[in-house]
């Protein structure tokens, strides 16, 4: 089986390094036609060859400088006097070749160009002196640099290029997680208490409104919340209305259980440690961890009650989210679904460790763990066992 590479060259440079070189060439042809001494076809066709290889010098540089190189010696050997059009054609394949080419390459030609200079000062020591052929071989060198030069320039470009491609696919894993986050959190609250409201309108009109308070709730927090991410993609950010509220964290664990206790969810929360303020980062991530692991309870436990034990260490931050639902997780949830698979990116994005499964005396449990570093994050001071129980408040 045959197979065919095919090789895209810009054409418009080439059209122009053809222009280029036809340019030249006619001058050069011009200049030997006015030259004094012996000269005949051979003196016009190597002349032509200084020069004109150079309207393919970005199809085969190396081949193109070659050419130029080879017919700049049988110029001198020839007898026909320095060289012809002062070396351009020369300057310019040094300068693609360094352009195009690898360093190791570009020196072979420099070496080789710079014998040519030298041939050239020998074979015409009368009409040369040793400080021209000097000055050939610096700009020579010159046109050398200066291609590498624009050779690391467009490599730090397509770096760059790269480097904010990555940035850009980043962005949008961290959006689509936010927006998985947020999504599956309010909208099984809101779906949650929808049927509750249905179920109970016509027995239970309190229980009803309070179903239905909670669904206006959360679909405010929700738009809030997509508003927040959704201005991380505004263009103009000039807008004096855009929304700045902080990001949710830690902090806000107690207005989370009390949520999901408003949903149906009895919630347990306790805090031990040296308690500190995170970066948001992690303090994001930990949060939604939280938020995550809740609304999976919500959703397929089955009646439930779930815990959740967040300990300050010394070094480690640690988050168990613990319930005693009997219902176990259908397969869409299981610990390698897409809710528990970003949870587990979420932490290994800041450096951290999650696992989620069955508890040891049922139910399931998923366990965070957080590097802390003390050395760059405030601590205040030690707080003994902060224990919140939301549940005894207000159960439905």
Known sequence: MTSVVIVQVPLKPVLADVLLAAVLTGLTVVT??????????DLYALSVLTVAPIALRQIAPVVTTTVVVAALAAYNLAGFGILPNGGLGLMIGMFTVATLRPRTVAALIFLTSSSVMALAYVTNS???VWSQALEGMLILFGAWMLGEGTKRWAQRAERLAAEAAEAVAAERVRIARE???IVAHHMSVISLQAGVAEYVVDVDLPTAKKAIATVG???????????????????????????FTPQP??????ELA?????????????VTGAVRALPPGPDLCAYRVVQESLTNVLKHAGPATARVAADYGVRTLTIKIVDDGRKPLPQAESPTAHGIRGMRERAELYGGVLTAGPAPDGGFAVVLRLPLEEADWPAPPRRDTDRTDLTKEGRP
Do not use: I, T
């Open 32 to 41: 030997a036609s006015q030259a004094e001494g012996p000269g005949g076809w």
């Open 249 to 254: 964290g830690l902090a806000m664990l107690e």
């Open 179 to 181: 927006l998985h986050d």
């Open 217 to 243: 709730e959360s679909s405010r927090e929700a738009l809030l919340d997509m508003r927040r991410l959704l201005d991380v993609l505004r263009v103009d950010h000039a807008d004096e209305d855009a929304d």
């Open 258 to 270: 009390h949520r999901m206790r408003g949903a149906g969810l009895p919630v347990d929360v306790s």
């Open 126 to 128: 009368g009409e040369m």
